[in-house]
């Protein structure tokens, strides 16, 4: 086999953002699982997540608006597959309507290629007393790239940081 068709055959690398939190990794799970905490970080700078909810089990769904700056409404729905306490959880992501219908992402102008259902998979490593995130999204980095999925999924991880060192603050005083 030629180079050329190895690399013509070769899949394109789905995004992968990795993060270290400076907390436990049963505090970070939970942010991640807890609607009341989810709001106050999901979204990139400058959105609101006014709705969120969660039904954290296999076959159980989240489902949220985020409202960005403009006021439009982004509906997303997702459907648990795997809940590992605290390690890993995996889950689908979709867009959907208010009702948690999922539709077609054209209707929140994204791209022909982006899925309908991406999946995604986000693990969480405990080293040495910090938490280390890895986020798999099931879409090319490229596509990821091109509509600025990358750039929101890293603004809400930097929310979810500023989040995180504000719940431990708060329950271990000001140091």
Same mark, same amino acid.
């Given at each position: 086999?030629?180079?050329?068709?190895?690399?013509?055959?070769?899949?394109?690398?789905?995004?992968?953002?990795?993060?270290?939190?400076? *907390?436990?990794?049963?505090?970070?799970?939970?942010? @991640?699982?807890?609607?009341?905490?989810?709001?106050? !970080?999901?979204?990139?700078?400058?959105?609101?997540?006014?709705? &969120?909810?969660?039904?954290?089990?296999?076959?159980?769904?989240?489902?949220?608006?985020?409202?960005?700056?403009?006021?439009?409404?982004? @509906?997303?729905?997702?459907?648990?597959?795997?809940?590992?306490?605290?390690?890993?959880?995996?889950?689908?992501?979709?867009?959907?309507?208010?009702?948690?219908?999922?539709?077609?992402?054209?209707? &929140?102008?994204?791209? *022909?290629? !982006?899925?309908?259902?991406?999946?995604?998979?986000?693990?969480? /490593?405990?080293?040495?007393?910090?938490?280390?995130?890895?986020?798999?999204?099931?879409?090319?980095?490229?596509?990821?790239?091109?509509?600025?999925?990358?750039?929101? @999924?890293?603004?809400?991880?930097?929310?979810?940081?500023?989040?995180?060192?504000?719940? /431990?603050?708060?329950?271990?005083?000001?140091?």
């Amino acid at each position: 086999m030629s180079s050329e068709s190895g690399a013509a055959m070769a899949q394109p690398r789905e995004l992968v953002i990795t993060r270290f939190f400076d *907390a436990p990794r049963e505090r970070v799970f939970k942010a @991640w699982t807890q609607p009341e905490i989810l709001k106050r !970080w999901c979204g990139p700078r400058g959105f609101t997540t006014p709705v &969120y909810t969660v039904d954290l089990r296999p076959g159980g769904k989240q489902h949220f608006c985020m409202l960005s700056p403009e006021g439009q409404e982004i @509906w997303c729905v997702g459907t648990y597959h795997e809940i590992v306490e605290p390690e890993r959880i995996v889950c689908t992501d979709s867009f959907s309507d208010k009702d948690g219908n999922t539709v077609d992402p054209a209707k &929140y102008e994204m791209p *022909a290629e !982006w899925p309908r259902e991406a999946l995604v998979t986000t693990e969480f /490593t405990e080293e040495a007393g910090r938490t280390k995130l890895t986020l798999h999204l099931g879409v090319s980095e490229e596509l990821a790239d091109r509509v600025k999925a990358r750039q929101g @999924w890293t603004e809400s991880l930097d929310r979810l940081a500023e989040c995180v060192v504000e719940t /431990t603050g708060a329950s271990h005083g000001s140091k």
